[in-house]
């Protein structure tokens, strides 16, 4: 018998009465290797598990964990944590919310939400996964009672899987058509001369004019014009859901062989986005009123830091970019080794991030600075956020570059580029978190081949909805309540669980323990992330958690000029509040299966498995420097509940 990470209670070599001695008296307790020398140890299971214990069965062999894969290098680690930070977000958020929140004065919060909110959740969630070498459930056998906050993070990702690929397919199709010359949403497609015609210029009408791009994405790729709302979704549009099949299907090729797949994909996923910004940036800085949009993007209004939207605003974009508390993070620093260096990692990943956001603004504001002179109106009046500046405002400023076809495939490679490294990363925090429940999946190549395979194509066949005429209602009922509070209610309670239950102490001394020869100043530095953990980085989130509910109760959902009735924004209620009630959920099933009276029960609950700090031997020298010296050679008593009895590795008699 075996945990649930597949890894024996041994740990490798049994010790303690030589080669021949039977493997119950070789006992884990919280990583160390308790061994009484030929005395049993005095334990009070049931009398079934004791009439086990003693009956010598060596493990059989075919029972032998399977070694867990590790990243081919640490550029792999950072390339592909980078590529899931930086997405698409970065190019059709941040530059939004920095010119309509103050523009330079943007940066003050944003920077501030960053070091106080960001960095150290960013930091907590890549140390739980690089210290339990598990994914997003397992590794919560630190503190059993929160193990729905892992149940969660699988929640969210499975919804945001579910639609961010549709973002993809949205992106295939306008790669496909950016082939087309004249390009199909510009003025000069003959399909397009009535449109252009109407113009632009002179019109009376108090209805702002359609421009060829809204009318492409509007009509050609969403057919959101023959919808009526969330209630008529009807036909599925196929060139749509052909582009949905081409993008399941590379997110399961890349991700076929796990990590040694994708930690080679991102060499070049990660890094192509940042060529195409540099040209884009290059090329913008060249154009007749680039220097207004840059202008008008950097400008600050000093009055805007009193305004409560601001902060709220700048809190939630470090939150979302960063992809904490989805299980992704998590998930990719348990394939790291246990040595690894996670506070560097931590502060070149975050600084990264957030500096890739501020980039690429130059980059798009150069651009519609150009489109807004050429049409001799506001910059403000060609800006946009979400899709609409993506599939919209830039498509319209490429149309007006010479050469418009060429920069028209680099802009959209990269948005692909950007959307299949996030994708990697919300992938890889589900299959992990199964791989972990179910061990016998990593051993069978084939098996775990066809369990991939199954479970894009159960996202395709969901996904089919998004891509109706009507899916673009049901895509922003999606996006707009799967990343809000819940995803909050969960971080939150991470943070103080870890703090509280586990205890933070505890867990600054397991990062210490993580960096072999630790310099001076991270262990500096681990006082104001424990700062942070306890008090700034909670009261942050209650403080975002509050005026999410307050924006979310004044505030209708729409889309456009469609404003959802109240029983889909019911839905995407539940939507979230599905995602954080895992944890009171599986909170009261790690209490019920505790004994004793409440408060013991609820001691029992938050104190860590047995087989905890087993499962952080990556590392063969770590495993051996952290195991081997510390041993009991006297008798000893401990108590254990049922839960240690599921969690540990047993040795059991033929007949158990």
Not at 547 to 567: A, D, K, Q
């Amino acid at each position: 018998m075996q945990d649930k990470n597949g890894k024996g209670a041994a740990g490798g070599s049994p010790v303690g009465g030589g080669s021949a001695a039977p493997a119950e008296n070789s006992l884990h307790l919280n990583g160390h290797t308790d061994s009484s020398n030929g005395h049993n140890p005095i334990i009070t299971p049931s009398p079934q598990q004791q009439s086990d214990s003693q009956t010598p069965n060596p493990m059989p062999t075919s029972v032998a964990a399977v070694p867990r894969d590790q990243w081919g290098g640490k550029y792999e680690f950072l390339l592909s944590c980078l590529g899931y930070c930086v997405g698409l977000g970065n190019v059709w958020r941040f530059p939004y919310l920095c010119y309509r929140n103050g523009g330079g004065v943007f940066l003050i919060p944003y920077f501030i939400m960053l070091f106080v909110t960001g960095v150290p959740l960013f930091l907590m969630e890549l140390s739980l996964g690089q210290y339990g070498s598990a994914g997003p459930i397992m590794v919560w056998k630190c503190c059993p009672l929160l193990k729905g906050i892992g149940i969660g993070m699988l929640c969210v990702s499975t919804l945001v899987c579910l639609y961010y690929n549709v973002i993809i397919a949205w992106t295939f199709y306008y790669l496909g058509s950016s082939f087309q010359s004249p390009l199909p949403w510009s003025c000069d497609a003959a399909a397009n001369a009535a449109i252009c015609g109407n113009g632009t210029v002179g019109n009376s009408s108090l209805e702002r004019p359609r421009s060829p791009t809204e009318v492409f994405w509007n009509e050609n790729v969403l057919g959101v014009v023959n919808s009526e709302g969330l209630h008529d979704p009807g036909p599925v549009r196929w060139p749509l859901a052909l582009c949905l099949l081409a993008a399941w299907i590379i997110i399961f090729l890349c991700m076929l062989k796990g990590i040694r797949s994708s930690g080679k994909v991102v060499y070049v996923t990660a890094t192509f986005p940042y060529i195409v910004l540099i040209v884009l940036i290059i090329r913008g800085a060249t154009l007749e009123g680039s220097l207004q949009g840059v202008a008008f993007y950097l400008t600050p209004d000093w009055s805007r830091l009193a305004n409560a939207q601001v902060w709220n605003d700048a809190a939630s974009q470090i939150f979302y970019s960063l992809g904490i508390g989805v299980g992704g993070l998590l998930s990719m620093a348990s394939y790291n080794k246990f040595d690894n260096n996670v506070i560097r990692d931590t502060i070149i990943i975050t600084v990264g991030n957030c500096s890739t956001s501020f980039f690429a603004g130059f980059a798009i504001f150069s651009i519609l600075g150009h489109m807004a002179w050429r049409k001799g109106v506001p910059v403000g009046k060609v800006a946009d956020t979400g899709p609409g500046l993506a599939f919209v405002a830039y498509p319209e400023a490429l149309a007006l570059l010479p050469g418009s076809v060429f920069w028209s495939i680099m802009f959209f490679l990269m948005l692909f580029m950007l959307g299949i490294d996030t994708l990697f990363g919300n992938m890889e925090g589900i299959t992990t978190a199964v791989l972990d429940e179910f061990p016998n999946l990593r051993r069978n190549t084939l098996h775990k081949s066809l369990f991939l395979g199954t479970l894009c194509f159960a996202f395709y066949l969901m996904g089919l909805l998004l891509v109706t005429d009507g899916g673009i209602y049901w895509f922003t009922l999606i996006d707009s309540f799967s990343t809000s509070f819940g995803l909050i209610i969960i971080t939150l309670f991470m943070c103080i669980g870890i703090s509280f239950f586990y205890g933070v102490n505890q867990f600054c001394q397991d990062i210490i323990d993580m960096i072999c020869h630790c310099p001076p100043w991270c262990s500096k530095v681990l006082i104001y992330f424990k700062a942070c953990w306890v008090f700034c980085t909670p009261f942050l989130l209650l403080f975002i958690l509050i005026y999410i509910f307050l924006e979310m109760y004044n505030t209708p959902l729409h889309y456009g000029s469609y404003v959802y009735p109240r029983w889909g924004k019911g839905l995407g209620v539940c939507m979230g509040a599905t995602c954080c009630l895992q944890i009171l959920i599986w909170a009261i099933v790690a209490i019920s299966r505790e004994t004793g009276t409440l408060k013991e029960r609820f001691k029992k609950s938050i104190r860590p498995l047995n087989s905890w700090r087993v499962n952080n031997q990556n590392s063969t020298a770590r495993s051996e420097e952290h195991v081997e010296p510390e041993r009991v050679e006297a008798p000893f008593t401990v108590t254990l509940t049922d839960m240690d009895f599921t969690a540990m590795t047993w040795e059991t008699g033929s007949n158990a």
